[in-house]
């Protein structure tokens, strides 16, 4: 098949699990299932119609609201089902049509998830993570980017990181950084891609964390505390270890000569 037609079905599909994705994001920290009912307008509590719940499509054609009561409609469903659309073009696009592809895709699918519950709820759901240390920990026997060893270590590390930041973050900024649900992301982190992940995740994470806190802080007058959700920011260094992993390193230790 023509690669620009492969691209094209994996894209649609990866924008249909993204719909999904949606779905797990706002029922998920509110314990609702993820079944039924179907999707509704949070307005007007109306049923949407298959044909207005196309990714993307639906949202475009109308125009960000409700058919029925024109409520705005969040702009963040299309977001979420464009990026992991993208997400596994550029996972097939590194990994080809493999169990390998398929496995980090559903690592990145969870990490958005991740991302946007953090952001609006500050908790990681323990629902997602202790499921994915496992899964992730069982599919490095089958894999080749990442060994069990490598994965075992990876999931001590993430779990030990909780020192590793004790030391650290606590130390420089006398304040705690990180929660039990962000050690037990970094756990599951570990279990998909392996210690040094682990390791590049900690410290891209902290440094874009660091940048991104700075700047709002400073926007919004100095001294003020903030609590800014860190899930957001190691799901970011993960998908940086994920897509640029070896061209990082390779860089960062450029730099260092
Ligand atoms: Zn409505």
């Known amino acids: 098949m023509d690669p620009l037609v492969v691209n094209l ?3 649609l599909f990866g924008m249909a699990v993204g719909s999904f994705l949606n779905v797990c994001i706002y029922r998920l920290p509110r314990s609702l299932s993820l079944i039924r009912p179907g999707s509704m307008c949070p307005g007007c509590r109306s049923k949407i119609a298959f044909y207005d719940n196309i990714p993307v499509l639906s949202y ?3 125009k960000g609201r409700c058919r029925r009561c024109g ?4 702009p ?3 977001l979420v089902e464009l990026v992991s659309g993208l997400f596994a073009v550029a996972v097939l696009g590194r990994y080809g049509l493999t169990l390998e592809a398929f496995v980090l895709y ?3 699918a969870a990490l958005l998830v991740i991302t946007f519950i953090d952001i609006d709820h500050q908790i990681i759901p323990d629902v997602i993570t202790y499921p994915g240390i496992v899964i992730g920990f069982l599919m490095s026997f089958f894999l080749d ?6 994965s075992f270590i990876g999931i001590l590390v993430g779990g030990g990181s909780l020192l590793l930041v004790a030391w ?3 130390g420089l900024t006398k304040r705690e ?3 039990g649900g962000d050690i037990k992301l970094l756990a599951m982190i570990g279990a998909f891609l392996g210690w040094k992940a682990v390791v590049f995740t900690i410290f891209a994470g902290s440094a874009i964390g660091t940048v991104v806190g700075a700047t709002v802080a400073l926007r919004k007058g100095g001294g003020r505390r903030l609590a800014v959700p860190f899930g957001p920011f190691l799901s970011l260094g993960a998908l940086l270890f994920l897509f640029f992993g070896p061209q990082v390193i390779h860089w960062y230790l450029g730099l260092m000569r």
């Open 71 to 74: 409520a705005r409609i969040s």
């Open 9 to 11: 079905w994996v894209l």
């Open 76 to 78: 963040r469903y299309p």
């Open 60 to 62: 475009l054609l109308l």
């Open 106 to 108: 559903a690592l990145t």
């Open 145 to 150: 980017h990442v060994t069990y060893q490598e």
């Open 168 to 170: 650290g973050y606590h």
């Open 177 to 179: 950084g990180m929660g």
